[in-house]
């Protein structure tokens, strides 16, 4: 179920600002019935009209991105900034990326115009795997990590277990390359978390979301999800949690 406006907006007739004035004037009728609130939510199955056309729903798509850094996970952005839908100029559905990396984030981004998948993916009651890697300024104490993996206190709250791993250091440098796993979706989550624990994050990529990663892309380019991964990733959100 997703809010009718964004179903509007997604539909490519109005940007979700308009959708909702549009509801507002009473334009918008669904399963024959006029809709003047914003909170309404509807189902692939409600017949919608707008002005008295109905709604043409687009055929799901899923996409991976292999997004790389300097780039907005967005649709589009005010300051005239690259967006992750600048890589699919030729895709015709309106799609959208399912949750987001930071701008100095690189790694595997999923996109789609499926609100209901992406709403399963999103929620962080279905913990969604998700692996990062991060060059690290200075090299962590075991200590430290292991505070990391029993979850650390951030302003928003503390994070949850992470399974988290030195892959490599260097003394010369004092940097280091460290794997951590986690399910939630907090914002600058990660980068937050080595913070909490003394070291500023020098570079971050995600190699991994649930059992997908970036085999045979190079930064910058994308491939559609298989219908056996799209059906992996719907079982996953719907009947069972993460494990480590």
């Known amino acids: 179920m997703e809010r009718l406006q964004k179903v509007i907006a997604h539909a490519g007739i109005a940007s979700r600002r308009k959708a909702e004035e549009l509801i507002k004037e009473g ?8 809709v003047r609130e914003l909170g309404v ?11 008295g056309v109905q709604l043409e ?3 799901p798509v899923y996409f991976l991105l292999y997004k790389p ?3 907005i996970s967005a649709v589009k952005d005010d300051k005239g900034r690259k967006v992750v839908t600048d890589f699919f100029t030729e895709v015709e559905e309106r799609i959208y990326p399912i949750g987001r990396l930071d701008y100095d984030t690189s790694g595997l981004l999923l996109l789609t115009n499926d609100g209901d998948f992406a709403n399963k993916l999103m929620h962080p009651k279905y913990e969604i795997n998700k692996t990062y890697v991060a060059k690290l300024k200075g090299i962590p104490l075991k200590e430290n990590l292991k505070k990391l993996e029993r ?3 951030l302003e928003d709250g503390k994070t949850a277990p992470a399974k988290v791993k030195l892959l490599s250091l ?7 390359i460290v794997q951590i796993t986690i399910h939630e979706g907090r914002n600058r989550q990660v980068r937050r978390m080595f913070e909490a624990i003394g070291h500023e994050v020098l570079k971050l990529k995600r190699e991994e979301y649930a059992f997908l990663n970036l085999a045979g892309l190079k930064t910058g380019e994308k491939r559609e999800l298989t219908p056996h991964e799209v ?5 996953l959100a719907e009947h069972g949690k993460a494990a480590f």
Do not use: F, H, M, P
């Open 151 to 153: 979850g650390v206190r």
């Open 170 to 176: 260097d003394k010369k440098k004092q940097t280091s």
């Open 27 to 34: 334009r918008v009728t669904v399963n024959g019935k006029t």
């Open 231 to 235: 059906k992996r990733l719907r079982a």
């Open 41 to 51: 939510k509807v189902s692939s199955s409600d017949r919608i009209e707008v002005n």
């Open 69 to 71: 850094r300097g780039v």
């Open 57 to 59: 729903s687009e055929e």
